[in-house]
């Protein structure tokens, strides 16, 4: 089974600078998505940034970029140019790319990190 | 984009009571759907797995005649809590994919539920 870990469970930072969110993941699959969703306190899931696992490239979103280092099976998020609305909780999820099975799409979660952004 | 609309947003009634949930895509075919609850400041936990047509696959502790899941259409799938109770208070979301073999599908989530047992 996946698992996904984030080790911070509260982070910080001062509004025009930079955080980043650490992820860590395990699994035995060799092509899998992963993502960083942001949950405001609507509580409604917002995908930020969707990186495939056969892609080198890190994926980028306007002020959203990932470091996916598949050998190490992590995945940080940075936010650059902090905005007070980009305060929330974020989550790194797994989703295997396996079509086939009855699990198609299924999300694994990490933790979660609450991030504060100070005006 | 693709929307899927959660009902209701909000509920509260008597322990001992059922709640039922639904979950619909508006604009699309969703061949699985996908329950999660989430307690206050804590991550989103699987509960169950649904695909049209089929039984749901619960996740392990997930007690398959507390949370009935109903996955009778494309377009609609239900949740519901028997018998509730204050433990039973959480929030639920469910989200939504269509099964396009081969093709990325995106997981589309609902606003989710906030249930809250007296």
């Known amino acids: 089974a996946q698992t996904v870990t984030q080790s911070q469970p509260e982070m910080s930072v001062q509004e025009a600078e930079t955080v980043t969110l650490s992820c860590t993941y395990d699994t035995s699959e060799s092509d899998y998505y992963l993502f960083w969703y942001k949950q405001p306190p609507s509580r409604q899931m917002i995908l930020v940034i969707r990186?495939?696992?056969?892609?080198?490239q890190n994926a980028t979103e306007n002020r959203f970029s990932v470091n996916f280092q598949k050998a190490a099976k992590s995945f940080s998020l940075k936010i650059s140019d902090s905005q007070l609305g980009d305060a929330a909780m974020y989550f790194c999820?797994?989703?295997?790319?396996?079509?086939?099975?009855?699990?198609?799409?299924?999300?694994?979660f990490g933790q979660g990190t609450i991030l504060t952004v100070h005006p | 984009g693709a929307v899927v609309s959660q009902h209701p947003s909000w509920v509260i009634c008597k322990s001992g009571t059922s709640v039922k949930i639904e979950c619909r895509s508006l604009d699309f075919q969703a061949t699985t759907m996908f329950w999660y609850r989430q307690f206050p400041k804590q991550s989103l936990m699987l509960m169950a797995t649904s695909n049209e047509g089929s039984k749901a696959t619960y996740e392990q502790g997930v007690e398959k005649d507390k949370f009935l899941i109903n996955h009778a259409s494309l377009t609609l799938s239900t949740l519901t809590v028997t018998s509730a109770h204050p433990e039973d208070s959480s929030f639920y979301i469910c989200?939504?994919?269509?099964?396009?073999?081969?093709?990325?599908?995106?997981?589309?989530f609902g606003d989710g539920t906030r249930l809250s047992i007296l």
């Open positions: 999820a797994y989703r295997s790319s396996d079509a086939g099975g009855t699990s198609y799409g299924k999300l694994t």
């Open positions: 989200s939504a994919s269509g099964n396009n073999l081969g093709v990325y599908q995106p997981q589309h």
């Open positions: 990186q495939e696992a056969y892609k080198q």
